[in-house]
């Protein structure tokens, strides 16, 4: 069995009418975010009645509810009495994110890499080393933010880890694979951003399709990496890149847009 | 087909509704109109579902033509509407006939407005929504961006057809909602953002609470359907501030999120907000008052007062309740 902490020691914090925050330790940790991760999926089962959408994070899950139709008092009741049920059975608790590791093919280079060099300078390390210790290692996916289909993955090896740049870049390359402080990630998309980046990916993070057969009017989005799974960056040549149908971005290829409140 | 043609628009025009319900979990913000009153008025006006889709005109400076008969209403700021050069009343239902043409000018207070057409407007739905981020447009998830020369198209029953007594008494009956509905939801010169605490807010001590209270907060020009910047005078010894250990794990954020960086600056998250974010949050402003703070603009006052999650919960339910009796 997982050595979980108690569902007794998780905070209930209603940040607004309608959402109340569940937050658990401050801290990134694969068997906790499990944890919250279990206990997302059965709030949402078990109380779909009442649940309007639930947004799960490092350390905590929003859950956004119809307020007109449970009191703040009863969907606390239900949300302990249902912990209670998974702290009670082990069947529930050993449920575990699925074996599958998303593998994403990176063509890292200093082309492609637009801080490789810097970065380099900076840790210390050589090129190579870098890619050794991004691509070694089995991250996990944290948490969805910033703009649609960007997952936040860590842990970040140590030797890797780096504050965000001074100053964002106006626009960095859909697919760019980039770290800044103990995480990781792809921009699924062109925007604004302050990580490194460290290589490109030609593999579209996310698919658009009919959410009904007969009709195209509602679409669904569907990400390549989902909340509570693992992944690995596989390391290609450029030869592939191409292949597999990526489109190098280099430095300055990009036409600088309009400065983005936002930023990752 | 049945629509209306943008002659010209030179401010900012979108389709909006209440937003995606179930979106913020893949990372997009729940979007939908800035300003539910209004939004909500210009539907309830017309007999119109709720949810039905509408144009949001931000700074009017939008000039319509109508393709066909159909019945519209106009709420939020004031563009001191002209119909072929005639004004007309905002906050009421009226009817175009076809080449009629509807001019909005640039409203002398407020921002956002809106344009509902009777059984509503016709564009494509994303994550069960029809409403437009202004970030997500170029990915094409949405219709695309509203801008001179483009075509909104209607619902055939756009024109009800009024020749029956019940047809009439129906329509008599909405024309009296007007009077229910304009500008008293709206607060005069200095709007008080009441505000749901959390723990950080709690763990000031009483004066910081009492200085974050007493002062004005001005609007910066650095505001949008995202975030309210908010400034305030005096040095930043005077302002309060939160003195932060260590890197935070980004945590989900509401439409609401009171925000404070490290400038002491607080920063209200709007409608198009991230859905996570790092900064220490105080707490979260109701949801009726983010509404008439969407209508404020930069230059314009706001002050905090806490309020309790039951008092925010009531006042919410009334709001929604007042057009619940639509159709």
Known sequence: ?264 | MNSLTVLKSTGLCSIQDLGRPHAQHLGFSTGGAADEYAFLAANFLLGNQNNYAALEITLGQITLKADCRCKIAITGADCQAQLNGKLVKNWQALLLEEHDILQLHLPKEGLHSYIAVAEGIVSTSWLNSRAQTLNELKLGFTGHAITSGSTIELNDGCFPIINTNKDVKQWDILRTRTKFLGRHFYQSELLILRFIPQALWHKLSSQAREKFCTRQYIISSNSNRMAYRLSSNGTSNERVNIKETGAKLSVPVNFGSVQLPSNGQPIVLMKERQTIGGYPVLGVVMQTDLFRLSQKRPGQKVKFLPVSLIQAQQQLLSFYQKFSNSS
């Not at chain 1, 607004?16 to 906790?32: A, P």
């Open chain 1, 1 to 264: 069995m997982l050595n979980q902490s108690s569902l007794s020691n998780v905070t209930f914090i209603y940040t607004s009418e309608n959402s109340l925050l569940l937050q658990w330790q401050d801290k990134i940790c694969q068997i906790q975010h499990q944890q919250i991760i279990n206990c997302q999926k059965e709030i949402e089962r078990e109380l779909s009645e009442y649940i309007v959408d639930t947004v799960a994070s490092y350390h905590c899950v929003m859950i956004y509810y119809h307020f007109e139709k449970i009191s703040v008092v009863q969907l606390e009741q239900a949300i302990k009495a249902l912990f209670t049920i998974i702290e009670r059975n082990i069947d529930r608790q050993l449920v575990t994110a699925s074996e599958l590791i998303i593998e994403i093919p990176v063509y890292y280079g200093e082309d492609s890499g637009w801080d490789l060099a810097q970065l380099a300078k900076n840790l210390s390390l050589s090129i190579d080393e870098i890619i050794t210790l991004h691509s070694e290692r089995l991250y996990r996916a944290f948490a969805f933010g910033f703009i649609p289909g960007f997952c936040y993955l860590a842990t970040l090896d140590d030797k890797l880890q780096q504050p965000r740049l001074s100053s964002p870049r106006t626009i960095v390359p859909k697919g760019a694979v980039a770290i800044a402080e103990k995480q990781t990630a792809i921009y699924p998309d062109a925007g604004p951003g302050g990580w490194h980046i460290i290589g490109q990916t030609p593999l579209p993070l996310y698919d658009v399709v009919n959410a009904n057969e007969d009709t195209s009017q509602d679409k669904n989005f569907l990400p390549v990496i989902n909340i509570g799974q693992q992944v690995r960056f596989k390391p290609i040549s450029y030869q592939t890149f191409c292949q597999l149908g990526g489109e190098l971005s280099l430095v300055d290829s990009l036409a600088d847009s309009q400065i983005s409140p936002i930023n990752e």
